[in-house]
Each structure stands twice: as structure tokens, then as C-alpha cells.
């Protein structure tokens, strides 16, 4: 067979092969560090492949790490948003850590790993639209935006904190995280000042009411006292009142009467010349029941 026609078939081989390849990793954490695994128990190692596989046809292999090395930065050939994520940070410092506890040294500040990132690359935990392979999660504690941490450097004691917070695992979908939370803070926002709106409107409408009922009690009660009374009444009501019988020297009767009302009789006799007009007051018992004129007859 000629080279070239096997040179083809390798290539096909070899296509194939990565066509249905899978992240990868042959790193191996210490036992103590099994709390960074994620869910369905895989170590931060592994999980850091398939966050940079999910921007990279999902073939990414994370190899050991050996001593006196660090793990390569994003660049730019390999800057995407998935190797310039929060997610892919934590994972890779986990990652070194895990291995070997005494590789701090070999951890890299935030700032040091992400400089040849796009700026907006850097504002994610995860990227929106790109999945994990084999539905593949992110533990909860490298979901941590990385300028927490002190120094921007990641912490492995803060970072256990979380892990031991028992806080679900991130499941990468057509939504970032950032958005979800976005919608729920403006949902919780919007429901709050509905709730507020409709507090103030209803002690509002409720206060028209009570106001509105009281203007309407006083007024027909106005009204119905109005009704009731007709004239305003007399002063001095339930007094016995003084008649206002005019009293001449001739006239021998009484100033002020007993029972029945005085008044002038226009047939007395008299030496003097009567008065032009009277005034009497009819009552019954201690009320005053009439107010009368008496016209003298000429």
C-alpha cells in the first residue's frame, strides 16, 4: 500500500478518535483533598479539562504537574472565555495544590493569569452558551469570584470553607450564572416594590374612604338636626319668662302673671292714654308655646 493512502488512513484513525474524545487529566490528588472533587467525584484536575474543553471541541487533556513547574496561563492563541473564566482559575490552582501541598509557590495571582485575557472574558464565572461535556458540574467553591480572595491569590483554607458549606454544584447551561442571579435579584426587586405600591395604595384608598364616609355622616347629620329643630329655638327655653305687659299707673294688675298671659284690654278704663301696641306671651306651664301681638283697636 502506498505511504500516502496509509498516511490518509491515519489521519481518518486520528480524526475519528478525537472526534469522540473526552477531557482528560492523569494528574492524581492527595487524599485529603477529595473535598475540591465536584459532584459525580471528579477532582479539580479533571474538571478544570472539561471547563477549557467546553470552548475547544471538548478534547483537552490536563496533564500532571511536575515539580518546580506551573501550569501555563491563557495566551493568545489559547485565550478563550472559557480558559480565562473564574471557574478555570480556581480549578487550576486547586489543581496544582492538590497534587502537592507544597506547590504553592507554583500558584499564580488572578491578575497574573488572566493578563492576556480579553477584559470581557474576565467578568465570568463560566461562560454563557457553552456546556460541560458528559453534563459535567463546578463545585461550588470555584465559582468564587478570584478578587475575593486575599490578594487576589487563591486560598485553599477559604476555599474549603465553601466546599464545607455544602452549597450545590454549578451545572453550565445556556444562562450564566451572573444572568440567572440578575434575573432573580430584578425579580425580587420588582416583587418588592409591587408588595410596597400596593401597601401604600391600599392605606391611601382606605383613608379616602374613612374620610369621604365621615364628610357624608356629618353632613345628613347637619341636615337631620336642621330638619328636626325648624326655627332655631328660643332663648332661655324651659325659663318662665316675664310677660311684656306694659304697666301704667292705672293699671292695677300684677307685673309679672302666675298662670295666664297679661295683656292690654283696649276696653279698660283709663285716664290715660293707652299704648299703642302690646306684647304677650302665652305658656304653658314652664315653656313659652306662643309669642303673640295684641293691635289695639282704635
Given amino acids: 500500500m502506498a505511504p500516502s493512502t496509509l498516511s490518509l488512513i491515519t489521519i481518518v484513525l486520528s480524526l475519528s478518535q478525537v472526534s469522540g474524545a473526552l477531557p482528560s487529566s492523569n494528574a492524581t490528588c492527595q487524599p485529603e483533598y477529595t473535598w475540591m472533587d465536584n459532584v459525580g467525584q471528579l477532582n479539580p484536575c479533571l474538571t478544570v479539562a472539561y471547563v477549557i474543553a467546553a470552548c475547544d471541541g471538548d478534547t483537552w487533556t490536563q496533564p500532571a504537574l511536575p515539580s518546580g513547574y506551573s501550569y501555563d496561563s491563557p495566551n493568545g492563541t489559547t485565550a478563550t472565555p472559557c480558559y480565562c473564566s473564574w471557574s478555570c482559575y480556581n480549578l487550576m490552582m486547586g489543581c496544582t495544590l492538590c497534587q502537592n501541598s507544597a506547590y504553592t509557590s507554583d500558584t499564580k495571582t488572578w491578575p497574573s493569569f488572566s493578563e492576556n485575557c480579553p477584559?470581557?472574558?474576565?467578568?465570568?464565572?463560566?461562560?454563557?452558551?457553552?456546556?460541560?461535556?458528559?453534563?459535567?458540574?463546578?463545585?461550588?467553591?470555584?465559582?468564587?469570584?478570584?478578587?475575593?480572595?486575599?490578594?487576589?491569590?487563591?486560598?485553599?483554607?477559604?476555599a474549603q470553607s465553601y466546599a464545607n458549606q455544602n452549597q450545590s454544584d454549578y451545572w453550565p447551561s445556556n444562562s450564566s450564572p451572573s444572568s440567572s442571579a440578575s434575573s432573580t435579584s430584578s425579580g425580587s426587586s420588582t416583587n418588592l416594590g409591587a408588595i410596597i405600591g400596593g401597601t401604600v395604595g391600599?392605606?391611601?384608598?382606605?383613608?379616602?374612604?374613612?374620610?369621604?364616609?365621615?364628610?357624608?355622616?356629618?353632613?345628613?347629620?347637619?341636615?337631620?338636626?336642621?330638619?328636626?329643630?325648624?326655627?332655631?329655638?328660643?332663648p332661655h327655653m324651659g325659663t318662665p319668662m316675664a310677660s311684656a305687659h306694659t304697666r301704667w299707673p292705672?293699671?292695677?294688675?300684677?307685673?309679672?302673671?302666675?298662670?295666664?298671659?297679661?295683656?292690654?284690654?283696649?276696653?279698660?278704663?283709663?285716664?290715660?292714654?293707652?299704648?299703642?301696641?302690646?306684647?304677650?306671651?302665652?305658656?304653658?306651664?314652664?315653656?313659652?308655646?306662643?309669642?303673640?301681638?295684641?293691635?289695639p283697636m282704635v
Fill in 119 to 158: 477584559s470581557n472574558y474576565k467578568d465570568e464565572m463560566f461562560p454563557q452558551g457553552y456546556v460541560l461535556a458528559n453534563n459535567a458540574s463546578i463545585p461550588y467553591w470555584a465559582t468564587i469570584n478570584p478578587t475575593k480572595w486575599p490578594s487576589e491569590l487563591f486560598d485553599i483554607e477559604q
Fill in 202 to 234: 391600599g392605606a391611601a384608598g382606605l383613608l379616602l374612604v374613612l374620610v369621604g364616609g365621615y364628610i357624608i355622616y356629618k353632613r345628613r347629620r347637619y341636615q337631620r338636626l336642621a330638619n328636626t329643630d325648624g326655627v332655631a329655638p328660643f
Fill in 250 to 295: 292705672s293699671d292695677p294688675s300684677p307685673f309679672f302673671p302666675s298662670t295666664a298671659s297679661t295683656s292690654y284690654s283696649p276696653f279698660q278704663p283709663s285716664s290715660a292714654t293707652p299704648p299703642t301696641e302690646s306684647i304677650s306671651f302665652l305658656t304653658t306651664g314652664n315653656n313659652v308655646a306662643q309669642c303673640t301681638r295684641a293691635i
